[in-house]
């Protein structure tokens, strides 16, 4: 007895050996991701990090202080509107899920054809049609514009991320393409605020000097305070005609990205996955989605940082500019901040190998902190503001980095855990991706009317009391708590490497079994 068992053990290894050696025999063929491909891949994230982070630093500023919106009517604008763009990603989602194959795959299609209304849309969106419009033309022009640009957007950007999936390789390569689309967002992060801020922030500082030399004039009706009323209003026109030539430069940057996307990347099949249309219906595949428990504690993780991180970031122009006196300088503090940033990625990237992903996003985002406790201590001390941007920029790469990381794991989980359950990645990144914006509008538009009701003044030069405070409880204290929330959240987060690990071991295990199954029916 105990001789027939011993064989059927050595039986049972020496099977899962075989399927081990087909498996490692097959794989070669279709594992590791070449540069060129990783490179192409990353180049075709960087539109919508060029477009959204432009929004974030200047939609506002721009509203408040160049179209001169009421602060009711831009904050309802910037939290419909990211609530818009927040709504339409599961939808698009499940369109890309639904949809089949073609020639030059099933994701690329999306991207491609949406590339050009995106592009349109964004140009639209930072012209202004008139010198003096009425509040209600005002509203639904930008309204209109900024659903319309982050539709497209979104039909651009959630097929992309769900790419990363179908790329081939193993998990590290997935990482290490991870880490490549990262290093290139960050440094289009700081490629759109270079060139965005550059080219309206001469104009932006112009207005702070003007605006400075009219608080210091004691007399309010001379011929002086004319020549500034004047000057004021050639700065704006020169500052409106500015946002339009940087969205026309970000639009030519978006297409050929695009392009570059296009010609340099080619979907491969992933194990438990056939890019296929999926085969349920939308409700009964989100009802799986998020009912995920590791995908939950990832969102919510990412949703409380994604809050705190642009929440700091739609007010920091404001802060500058009315709290801090440095309002000539931010768009270099912006610059400093993201190019610590793109330096900081392959750090981040080494620390994900060596101590894993869970701690080093522990790590990452508690070096916010501190940065964000000094900036909003101290005024008009350029030395110290240029250090907190750095430390700053060095955390802002742990958020770009490491839940982008982490979702592939979470998502090979569940492809694991539900094998009969396929080719809903689509649903998955697009949720993420949902998360994501609405926590952004929800930071800026809880911005804007917190400054509204604190009494804000559009395009005025000097503001009171109350709006000065509300601009520095909402860049510090309040990201603060939102980060300590995150990071309560990610201490339960269930995958750790040795997990991670498993995930990897079932999935090669999968792969192996469908293989032999694809030999038996080739055979018969």
Not at 141 to 152: G, I, R, S
Not at 473 to 495: D, E, G, K, R
Request: glycine share 8%; charged share 15%; hydrophobic share 45%.
């Amino acid at each position: 007895m105990a001789d027939n068992n011993g064989e059927a053990l050595d039986h049972q290894e020496g099977h899962s050996t075989d399927c081990a050696t087909k498996y490692e025999n097959k794989q070669p063929k279709s594992t590791g991701i070449p540069l060129s491909t990783k490179l192409c891949y990353a180049i075709g994230g960087m539109p919508y990090q060029m477009t959204s982070n432009a929004k974030g630093f200047f939609m506002q500023i721009f509203l408040l202080d160049v179209v001169k919106m009421g602060a009711s009517y831009a904050a309802i604008i910037l939290f419909l509107g990211r609530a818009w763009d927040a709504i339409t990603d599961p939808l698009i989602g499940y369109a890309v899920s639904k949809s089949g194959r073609t020639r030059i795959g099933k994701l690329i299609p999306w991207i491609v054809f949406s590339m050009p209304l995106g592009v349109l849309s964004y140009t639209m969106l930072w012209y202004t049609p008139q010198d003096t419009m009425s509040p209600a033309f005002s509203f639904y022009w930008y309204f209109a514009w900024c659903c319309l640009f982050d539709t497209f957007m979104s039909c651009y950007h959630v097929p992309y991320s769900s790419l990363n999936m179908f790329l081939g390789g193993n998990d590290r390569d997935r990482d290490s393409a991870t880490g490549y689309r990262m290093g290139m967002e960050i440094f289009a992060t700081l490629a759109g605020a270079a060139i965005q801020g550059q080219i309206v922030g001469v104009h932006h500082a112009k207005r702070s000097q003007v605006c400075r030399t009219q608080n210091n004039t004691n007399v309010s009706i001379n011929n002086n305070t004319t020549d500034l009323q004047g000057e004021i209003s050639i700065n704006l026109y020169n500052t409106r005609r500015a946002y339009v030539t940087a969205a026309l430069i970000l639009g030519m940057l978006y297409f050929l990205c695009c392009l570059v996307l296009f010609l340099g990347v080619k979907e491969k099949l992933a194990p438990l996955s056939k890019l296929d249309s999926m085969n349920m219906p939308y409700l009964t595949g989100m009802k799986m989605v998020v009912c995920h428990i590791p995908y939950v504690k990832l969102v919510f993780g990412f949703l409380f940082a994604s809050l705190a991180f642009q929440m700091a970031q739609g007010n920091f122009a404001l802060f500058c500019t009315h709290a801090a006196d440095m309002g000539a300088y931010f768009q270099h503090l912006v610059l400093i901040l993201l190019t610590a940033a793109t330096f900081s990625t392959p750090l981040w990237q080494t620390l994900l190998v060596k101590l894993g992903k869970k701690t080093t996003i522990f790590i990452g985002l508690s070096t916010y902190i501190p940065s964000l406790i000094v900036i909003s201590l101290v005024r008009s001390n350029l030395p110290i503001f240029v250090i907190m941007s750095v430390l700053a920029g060095t955390s802002l790469a742990a958020l770009y980095l490491l839940p982008w990381s982490m979702l592939p794991d979470v998502v090979d989980d569940f492809k694991v855990k539900n094998p009969s359950c396929q080719d809903l990645e689509p649903l998955f990144y697009s949720c993420f991706v949902f998360f994501n914006k609405f926590g952004g509008g929800m930071a800026v538009g809880v911005s804007t009317l917190v400054l509204h009701f604190a009494g804000y003044q559009p395009g005025a030069c000097k503001h009171n009391s109350a709006v000065i405070y509300s601009l520095r409880m909402l860049f510090a204290p309040v990201p603060i708590c939102l980060l300590l929330l995150s990071l309560v959240v990610f201490y339960f987060y269930p995958i750790n490497e040795e997990r991670r690990q498993e995930i990897q071991m079932a999935l090669k295990k999968a792969g192996a079994e469908n293989d032999d199954k694809g030999e038996e029916l080739s055979m018969k």
